[in-house]
């Protein structure tokens, strides 16, 4: 159960997916920025991460999320952030932010 965990694969992509929504919906891409950084104040930004690092540890923990499904969950929220338009380089950063937390909160 410490590689794998006790979530499906469907579970961690619906809620790695619900996790970029409410990123996406309280600090939404500002296309006008070159490198498509969120328009959000950075307190507001700040706020917002916190509050998706927390919903993430808590699904990591009472899913007991292991080395596969942390990393498809990563991978996922990259996509989707990807996806909504989002530049590179702050979805990459946001990305391995969420990780690092879930992973060191053991």
């Known amino acids: 159960m410490g590689i794998f965990g006790s979530a499906s694969s ?9 996790l970029a929504r409410q990123l996406a919906q309280e600090c939404p891409p500002d296309p006008a920025n070159e490198d498509q950084r ?7 930004l700040v706020a917002t991460l916190e509050d998706i690092c927390r919903k993430a540890l808590a699904f990591k923990d009472q899913h007991k999320l292991g080395i596969y499904k942390k990393a498809r969950l990563g991978n996922t929220f990259r996509w989707e952030l990807a ?20 992973a060191r909160k053991s």
């Open 10 to 18: 469907k579970q961690v992509d619906e809620f790695a997916k619900a």
């Open 83 to 102: 996806g909504m338009g989002y530049g590179k380089a702050f979805v990459e950063d946001v990305t391995q932010r969420l990780i690092v937390y879930i």
């Open 38 to 44: 969120p328009a959000a104040t950075p307190k507001k």
